[in-house]
């Protein structure tokens, strides 16, 4: 066992993202094995890379849930989380932007910024997260890394920094000019063969041009080279590195990269990027939280004399047990010491300390800020939850996580493995944010809920493989919400005698509201707007809202078209009817929900379905039959790119209408067409 209190300033926390098959995981495998984490290079297609370790993972080719490792490169120490590509598995992505301090997106050098990468890009901008650009896939027909650049600033709305040129195209790509150093680097076929040479006298020319537009991109974010660019002052490779870097870390700038990971091309001067480029936790703005009870806010710098606080990020199941992790910001956490999770106000102990490669475990007997920990024994503690000394408590940022679209019911093989069946979906809900399950009162069967088709196949493939669980699967069913599409005002009065003349119970109150539709993924609002009724004091006033607030929330579970939540709507409390020891608190309650259902349904609701951003890559000869089939499924069309010997079509299309779109597309295609889907929002369509 070993203590692995490593100097913050060289610590590198970085995510790997990407849209999936755009090489995440094969740029890993490579940095591993060129920082001595691994003596034999994995390969996705053969089911063997390291990071893919779930056999779901290994016979997919894909990456379904995210990995933690370490390697050392340069003596800074780099914490990688490698994360999925596809949709259904956006969570993953999320809960560990969280918890970094800078990220490489990868591009495919012929697809480009695709749906996931830019969806990923967006998280990472609400997380604050800085970020550099890897263009991947060099050596493909079609690659172009001049494209990827364009459409980084088309997309994400910064202003991409190309550092390198890269040398031939397609088949014959070999290496790049690195424009900072103005060399060349060329590789063999092992990933360590990099040579530095002279750059060939032919891109002499055009490498000096691509450096000068380097300067000026440079210059224009960042105040100290702009000067010393105005004094015509020649600007060294050092103040070129450190303006990139402050420009990078102040989000205006992506510096991009490229290279052919699966070719062994292009990693090392990756490595020496996230060193040179990404903040290390002391560079990283200080965590930020509240105090309890005081509700004053308060930042932990990375300080190992600070008192010990970290974030916990993700819940794993491994084998059945319970494996937390989470990124210490402040202080040291060591081996048996008592924490406190202020989010759920519980006592824990700090059991065995580990550090993960991937689905294999480290045992260290300390960590300290900036790192990426593990451990088995937290009991209560949950994705989100703030772990910290008890006597220094504070309670950070939790996270937010997106809504299920899809549900099936699951019935288990016998009555007597019903139970089991529960217990074992509760175990994934808890590891797994976006997964939900409940029993249906009426037909007694169990609704599990999830982010798609894939999501809800590999848990359903998790439990038969890791529970030895068998049951059946219902047809897929979408989850709706519905609003209302006008506004309304309604007021509804309860006077009623319940009860017979021995034991009567008299129920009076009234409540009047204005209902109001708000724009798409709005949410709900409820508020008051109106005056105090006489004789009602501030104390009972307050009360008597909260009874009415609850009463709304409470109805909004299910609206009166089909019973679905009620989204997107103002609910405002425009007066109540009062009366002096007569009013009690369930007849105003009551009153609040048959308002409520009168304005439902006097503002004329409708059904709000999952519409899903669909892009299609479909060979040219093929355009005419994928497009009309999409027509069929009530897709809108927004666009069609023409890309060379394929053509990109953008859709939106309700969710229901695509399922078993896979076998489809391979149908209509040949198998030589691909696409993608994410959810674009709640709407009627």
Not at 381 to 393: I, N, Q, R, V, Y
Request: charged share 30%.
């Amino acid at each position: 066992m070993s203590s692995a209190i490593f100097p913050v300033n060289r610590i590198r926390n970085m995510g790997i993202a990407a849209h999936i098959d755009a090489g995440k995981t094969t740029i890993t495998e490579r940095i591993l094995y060129l920082t001595g984490r691994i003596h034999r290079i994995g390969e996705v297609h053969d089911g063997q890379a390291v990071m893919d370790w779930m056999e779901q993972e290994k016979e997919r080719g894909i990456t379904i849930t995210s990995a933690a490792t370490f390697c050392e490169w340069k003596k800074h120490e780099i914490n990688i989380i490698d994360t999925p590509g596809h949709v259904d598995f956006t969570v993953e992505v999320q809960r560990c932007l969280r918890v970094l301090d800078g990220l490489v997106m990868v591009f495919c050098g012929v697809g480009g910024v695709e749906p996931q990468s830019e969806t990923v890009w967006h998280h990472a901008q609400s997380y604050k997260v800085p970020t550099i650009a890897f263009v991947n896939k060099m050596d493909r027909i079609g690659a172009s890394m001049d494209s990827v650049v364009e459409q980084i600033e088309e997309r994400c709305g910064i202003v991409p920094v190309a550092l390198q040129m890269p040398i031939g195209s397609e088949s014959n790509f070999s290496g790049v000019v690195d424009l900072i150093l103005m060399k060349a680097l060329l590789w063999g076929e092992n990933v360590e063969d990099m040579k530095e040479e002279n750059i060939p006298s032919e891109l002499l020319e055009e490498a000096e041009l691509r450096r000068s537009k380097l300067i000026e991109l440079v210059a224009e974010n960042d105040d100290e080279v702009m000067e010393a660019y105005l004094e015509e002052r020649e600007i060294t490779e050092d103040e070129l590195k450190k303006a990139i870097k402050r420009a990078t870390l102040a989000g205006r700038i992506m510096p991009v990269l490229c290279g052919s990971a699966l070719k062994n091309k292009g990693i090392q001067p990756l490595l020496d990027a996230v060193v040179w480029y990404l903040p290390s936790p002391k560079e990283a703005p200080p965590i930020e939280g509240v105090v309890p009870k005081s509700e004053k806010r308060e930042k932990r710098p990375p300080d190992p004399k600070g008192p010990p606080t970290a974030l916990a990020f993700k819940v794993s199941m491994l084998s059945g047990h319970k494996l937390v992790y989470f990124r210490i910001y402040s202080g040291v956490f060591k081996e048996g010491m008592r924490l406190l999770n202020t989010t759920c106000d519980r006592k824990e102990k700090l059991g065995t300390l580990l550090r993960m490669h991937s689905n294999r475990q480290e045992r260290v007997d300390a960590l300290g800020p900036g790192e990426i920990a593990a451990t088995t024994s937290l009991r209560w503690t949950k994705t989100g939850d703030t772990l910290c000394d008890p006597s220094k408590p504070i309670v950070l940022e939790g996270m937010e996580f997106p809504e299920p679209v899809i549900s099936v019911a699951v019935e288990p093989r016998s009555q007597s493995e019903g139970d089991s069946l529960e217990a074992a979906l509760a175990m994934l809900a808890e590891e797994d944010p976006t997964f939900s399950f409940e029993r249906d009162e009426e037909t007694g069967q169990i609704i599990v809920s999830g982010m798609g088709e894939l999501h809800l196949e590999v848990l359903f493939e998790r439990l038969r493989r890791d529970v030895n669980l068998e049951f059946t699967v219902g047809q897929p069913q979408v989850v709706r919400k519905e609003t209302i599409t006008r506004p309304v005002e309604v007021e509804e009065l309860v006077d009623r005698v319940l009860g017979d003349e021995d034991e009567q119970l008299l129920l009076f109150g009234g409540v009047s509201l204005r209902l109001e539709p708000l724009e798409r993924d709005a949410g709900v609002e409820i508020g008051w707007e109106g005056d105090i009724p006489e004789g009602v004091d501030e104390g009972r006033h307050a009360n008597l809202l909260n009874v009415i607030r609850k009463a709304i929330e409470d109805g909004l579970t299910a609206g009166v078209v089909e019973g679905y939540p009620v989204t997107d709507l103002r609910v405002l409390v425009t007066g109540y009817t009062y009366e002096h020891g007569k009013t009690t608190e369930q007849a105003i309650a009551m009153a609040a929900s048959l308002a409520l259902k009168k304005g439902l349904e006097k503002g004329e609701s409708v059904l709000l379905e999952p519409i899903m951003e669909v892009e299609v890559i479909v060979p040219s000869e093929h355009l005419g039959d994928v497009t009309g089939d999409l027509g069929s499924r009530r897709a809108r069309i927004e666009g069609i790119t023409d890309k060379g010997s394929v053509q990109v079509v953008k859709a939106y299309v309700p969710l229901r209408m695509m399922f078993g779109y896979t076998t489809t597309l391979r149908s209509l295609t040949k198998g030589r067409g691909s696409h993608s889907m994410q959810l674009h929002r709640f709407d009627a369509f």
